[in-house]
């Protein structure tokens, strides 16, 4: 492909068709805004508001899962990333027009590639970190660099594994070189789910060293404050921030409220302003609130049930693909949704259109509800019988995989239709990720969220060894289709290289069975102006404003 062509491919790439067919029809239908709000450019605004944003004040905000680090290069939680979102910046940024998602600069002013493989950012002048220090070329190269660096640990560093060099042209470019082509770029060096080219403060990582995450230093619209455990976190406005004019807040608090029903009763209420995510079963009654807009589409996820690959009796793939055949994901998205999801047959969710299968539903390809298929397979698997697993899952709605041990309560009798007895053990978040990080689990089941491209949602999770793949899934076919399709930018020879390496994951390894893509809710009280939502479950109070 030459320089042109490759340009034009990546520029369709940065342009992707994040089309939202929800979007419309929830607009029409009136479920997805409250009354007298009104979207344009992905802003929501009070229909009759014509005074500018107020400046001052302080948001709340309550969220039930609270973050592991506010370091971005160790995150591994959305949660922590809504709040991180608003202390750093990366060189690229996500945004959303209503209909679709895209690229842009971000701490660049600019972006140009060379070629296939080379990449030259031109840094905004005069940005600085919150502890006065001066965000230049080498503060990215070095912040890019302590990613790849094997002795830093970063669980993206998948991301800048092919990353050849980083030169510093000038104090305000840099050109950042791969030795290959690399599909994910963009993604990667975005502020949000990328993180890899999210920009860290040297001086506050040498200060802090481990504690970092305790002590974040960006470059973002606010400071870290405080972090109380299991209480609140504070931020506040960075007076110095580069984008003219923002933020508005003075403050943001995020109350730490582990318990669902109560952050949805502190904003019915109006103690808080908002909650980042909600209990889809409380949706009817928060969407029926006519002082609250409630923001929300199906977006580029998956939930799943885990299998541990690595012990009998599941190191059996004929008794994973039993299960996976058991699965009604129908019922699933019913009652375990309250309809606020589809089936998922596929890694690929619906809103990555260019890579998503249409066809899914009826092609026989991925995974489906097949309870012949499955009791056929339960009759070759290795162990017959009755067995008797354990099901690892918490009581409360997490906000990951948004349904606490609902789906475990759906998926049991399922299971029992194929001879497997499941225990289920309920845990605290904390207990069974420490359990599922450990491998000790047979079933375990959550989702992957926020995700931008095939490549960010089945690499970093299924291929063999990487951070996130705790059932211990591993088919060097698969991986190397993976790899292949992650170095070439034309959108339909990637689709099929994912195609054949789905097939290969889905209809006969079955590490894991599908459940359903699902929709990801922000709620705020209507005084709370100018939120724009993107759909990759953020929280950016960048353009935020409090009304009086």
Same mark, same amino acid.
């Given at each position: 492909?030459?320089?042109?062509?490759?340009?034009?491919?990546?520029?369709?790439?940065?342009?992707?068709?994040?089309?939202? %067919?929800?979007?419309?029809?929830?607009?029409?239908?009136?479920?997805?805004?409250?009354?007298?709000?009104?979207?344009?450019?992905?802003?929501?605004?009070?229909?009759?508001?014509?005074?500018?944003?107020?400046?001052?004040?302080?948001?709340?905000?309550?969220?039930?899962?609270?973050?592991?680090?506010?370091?971005?290069?160790?995150?591994?939680?959305?949660?922590?990333?809504?709040?991180?979102?608003?202390?750093?910046?990366?060189?690229?940024?996500?945004?959303?027009?209503?209909?679709?998602?895209?690229?842009?600069?971000?701490?660049?002013? $600019?972006?140009?590639?060379?070629?296939?493989?080379?990449?030259?950012?031109?840094?905004?002048?005069? /940005?600085?970190?919150?502890?006065?220090?001066?965000?230049?070329?080498?503060?990215?190269?070095?912040?890019?660099?302590?990613?790849?660096?094997?002795?830093?640990?970063?669980?993206?560093?998948?991301?800048?594994? $092919?990353?050849?060099?980083?030169?510093?042209?000038?104090?305000?470019?840099?050109?950042?070189?791969?030795?290959?082509?690399?599909?994910?770029?963009?993604?990667?060096?975005?502020?949000?789910?990328?993180?890899?080219?999210?920009?860290?403060?040297?001086?506050?990582?040498?200060?802090?060293?481990?504690?970092?995450?305790?002590?974040?230093?960006?470059?973002?619209?606010?400071?870290?404050?405080?972090?109380?455990?299991?209480?609140?976190?504070?931020?506040?406005?960075?007076?110095?921030?580069?984008?003219?004019?923002?933020?508005?807040?003075?403050?943001?608090?995020?109350?730490?409220?582990?318990?669902?029903?109560?952050?949805?009763?502190?904003?019915?209420?109006?103690?808080?302003?908002?909650?980042?995510?909600?209990?889809?079963?409380?949706?009817?009654?928060?969407?029926?609130?006519?002082?609250?807009?409630?923001?929300?589409?199906?977006?580029?996820?998956?939930?799943?049930?885990?299998?541990?690959?690595?012990?009998?009796?599941?190191?059996?793939?004929?008794?994973?693909?039993?299960?996976?055949?058991?699965?009604?994901?129908?019922?699933?998205?019913?009652?375990?949704?309250?309809?606020?999801?589809?089936?998922?047959?596929?890694?690929?969710?619906?809103?990555?259109?260019?890579?998503?299968?249409?066809?899914?539903?009826?092609?026989?390809?991925?995974?489906?509800?097949?309870?012949?298929?499955?009791?056929?397979?339960?009759?070759?698997?290795? /162990?017959?019988?009755?067995? $008797?697993?354990?099901?690892?899952?918490?009581?409360?709605?997490?906000?990951?995989?948004?349904?606490?041990?609902?789906?475990?309560?759906?998926?049991?009798?399922?299971?029992?239709?194929?001879?497997?007895?499941?225990?289920?053990?309920?845990?605290?978040?904390?207990?069974?990720?420490?359990?599922?990080?450990?491998?000790?689990?047979?079933?375990?089941?959550?989702?992957?969220?926020?995700?931008?491209?095939?490549?960010?949602?089945? %690499?970093?999770?299924?291929?063999?060894?990487?951070?996130?793949?705790?059932?211990?899934?591993?088919?060097?076919?698969?991986?190397?289709?993976?790899?292949?399709?992650?170095?070439?930018?034309?959108?339909?020879?990637?689709?099929?290289?994912? =195609?054949?390496?789905?097939?290969?994951?889905?209809?006969?390894?079955?590490?894991?069975?599908?459940?359903?893509?699902?929709?990801?809710?922000?709620?705020?009280?209507?005084?709370?102006?100018?939120?724009? =939502?993107?759909?990759?479950?953020?929280?950016?109070?960048?353009?935020? $404003?409090?009304?009086?």
């Amino acid at each position: 492909m030459d320089e042109k062509s490759l340009k034009q491919a990546l520029a369709a790439r940065l342009e992707q068709d994040f089309r939202r %067919r929800d979007f419309l029809r929830a607009i029409s239908a009136g479920t997805m805004l409250g009354a007298g709000a009104l979207m344009s450019g992905g802003v929501v605004r009070n229909a009759f508001a014509a005074e500018p944003p107020k400046r001052g004040g302080t948001l709340t905000w309550a969220q039930t899962v609270p973050p592991d680090t506010l370091d971005p290069h160790f995150t591994g939680s959305l949660a922590a990333i809504k709040i991180h979102n608003n202390i750093f910046n990366g060189l690229l940024k996500v945004v959303y027009d209503g209909k679709a998602v895209s690229f842009v600069p971000d701490l660049a002013e $600019s972006w140009e590639m060379t070629d296939g493989m080379t990449h030259i950012f031109k840094l905004r002048a005069g /940005v600085k970190f919150h502890d006065g220090g001066v965000c230049d070329a080498e503060a990215v190269k070095w912040s890019i660099e302590r990613v790849k660096d094997p002795k830093t640990g970063s669980p993206h560093a998948w991301m800048v594994a $092919s990353l050849a060099g980083i030169d510093i042209i000038d104090p305000l470019t840099v050109r950042i070189r791969y030795s290959k082509p690399f599909a994910f770029f963009p993604v990667a060096m975005n502020g949000a789910t990328g993180r890899a080219g999210t920009i860290v403060s040297r001086k506050a990582v040498e200060k802090y060293g481990k504690d970092f995450g305790r002590n974040p230093v960006g470059t973002g619209p606010f400071k870290f404050v405080q972090w109380r455990e299991n209480e609140m976190i504070e931020l506040e406005r960075n007076p110095d921030y580069f984008e003219a004019g923002l933020p508005y807040l003075d403050k943001i608090q995020i109350k730490l409220v582990k318990e669902p029903t109560s952050a949805v009763a502190a904003v019915m209420s109006g103690q808080v302003d908002g909650m980042d995510a909600c209990p889809f079963q409380l949706m009817p009654m928060l969407r029926s609130n006519k002082n609250l807009n409630v923001y929300g589409e199906l977006e580029g996820n998956y939930s799943f049930l885990g299998m541990n690959n690595k012990r009998a009796p599941f190191n059996d793939p004929n008794l994973r693909l039993a299960i996976a055949y058991a699965i009604d994901r129908e019922l699933i998205v019913k009652q375990g949704y309250f309809g606020d999801a589809s089936p998922a047959y596929s890694l690929i969710s619906p809103p990555m259109t260019k890579f998503f299968d249409p066809n899914i539903a009826k092609s026989g390809r991925g995974q489906f509800f097949d309870l012949k298929k499955a009791q056929e397979y339960r009759a070759k698997a290795a /162990v017959q019988g009755e067995i $008797s697993p354990v099901y690892i899952a918490t009581e409360a709605f997490t906000s990951n995989g948004g349904s606490g041990s609902r789906n475990a309560q759906l998926i049991i009798p399922m299971l029992a239709k194929i001879g497997i007895k499941v225990k289920l053990e309920i845990m605290d978040p904390a207990v069974l990720t420490k359990r599922r990080n450990a491998g000790d689990f047979d079933l375990y089941d959550e989702a992957w969220q926020a995700d931008l491209d095939p490549d960010e949602t089945i %690499r970093p999770e299924w291929t063999t060894g990487v951070p996130w793949n705790f059932v211990g899934y591993s088919n060097p076919e698969f991986d190397k289709l993976i790899l292949q399709a992650a170095e070439i930018v034309d959108v339909e020879e990637r689709k099929k290289l994912y =195609y054949a390496a789905e097939d290969i994951m889905l209809q006969k390894d079955a590490p894991i069975a599908l459940l359903a893509h699902t929709k990801v809710f922000k709620i705020f009280n209507k005084r709370v102006e100018g939120f724009k =939502y993107v759909p990759v479950d953020l929280m950016n109070m960048h353009t935020v $404003s409090l009304k009086t």
